[in-house]
């Protein structure tokens, strides 16, 4: 992609080309980018003092607090120190920023661990010779659970348009399951199958149920919420998410390069608490397309399709306004739906 958009390639789309990527979609889908531009996104509003800056009693942010604690190792790594000192009891999640499928992380409940690891690793945080940045956060130790195990959310979606901001969310998103009991012992800390949901890593458990992937849709969790929680308490919980997916994208709209020629599917990964409180983990640009089970491959393809159905609808070339990834005029497309239509906000501005 950086190919693509670098001026000294001299390489340029055609007009009848599409791309799935934005010039510079590592703005979002970077951990630690992810993070720093939340952190400037928060400070921004607050200092404006809009409507997503308020605060409750607590004085916690009532719309702006999506994301646990967190930390970009070396650079912040005095300001973690000083943050783990305050609460030594804590544990946090170690992360390299450009890596998935669970690849290289690890939970740290002592200071040591981290020295020790930084001393292995031939890294240590004094230098700023890191190949790559670590994002440390504050581990949700509290998630919600069913029968007993961790879980987190893989919600679809897709923008074809940043500035005005466009964007349509899928509703057959799916959970994903540990393999075995979730335990917040210290003794368990190093087991992944307790505490990291990806696929990749929850396949190689002896406990694996290949028939159903250790997956669940969307919506048999929200039912199970309903039933367990009450309606109320469920309806805000998924709105709340609605919400976490609005500023995770608002905190990169004006960074983000915006292209006629570009869209984005994004793989959301949102954790919920015991207190049915919503937390944004990552964005993923290449969300995982490859299928565990016949559900999760129908499940793919429906997704595949309504996504090129609003890139490249009916009428896509028949004129030249007619091109690019964001000609679709339709507000439900298969299991899509638009939630955000900034162009509609923007026409209401313009005089007459």
Known sequence: VRMIF?????????????????????????????CKNIKRY???????????????????FKYLDIIPMTFILPGDYPMFVEEFRRNPNATWIMKPSGKSQGQG?????????????????????????????????????NPLLVGGKKFDLRIYVLVTCYKPLKVYLYSQGFTRFCTEKYTP?????DNMYVHLTNVAIQKHADTYNDKHGGKWN?????????MTRGKEKTDKCFDDINKNIYVALKAVQSVIINDKHCFEMYGYD???????????????????LTTTTEVDRKLKMQLLQDTFEIVVPHDWGST?????????????????????????????????
């Open 105 to 141: 992380i690890f939970l740290v409940s002592k200071l040591g661990q981290l020295k020790k690891w930084a001393t292995s690793s031939k890294l240590p945080f004094q230098s700023l010779a890191l190949k790559e940045n670590y994002v440390i956060s504050r581990y949700i130790d």
């Open 320 to 352: 030249d306004a007619n091109r690019g990834a964001n000609t679709c005029k339709e507000k439900a497309v298969g299991y899509y739906s638009l939630i955000i239509d900034e162009s509609i906000i923007d026409d209401k501005k313009k005089p007459g």
């Open 42 to 60: 928060r400070k921004e509003q607050e200092k404006e003092n809009t409507q997503l800056s308020e605060k409750d009693e607590a004085g916690n």
């Open 6 to 34: 670098n001026p000294e390639t001299g390489h340029r789309l055609g007009e009848a080309q599409l791309l799935n990527h934005f010039p510079n979609h590592y703005e979002l889908t970077r951990k630690d980018l992810m």
């Open 218 to 226: 969307i919506n048999n969790l929200r039912l199970y919420l309903e």
């Open 270 to 288: 949102i954790l919920i608490d015991s207190n049915l409180k919503p937390w944004l983990i990552e964005v993923n640009g290449s969300p995982s």
């Open 185 to 189: 012992d210290c003794a368990e800390l």
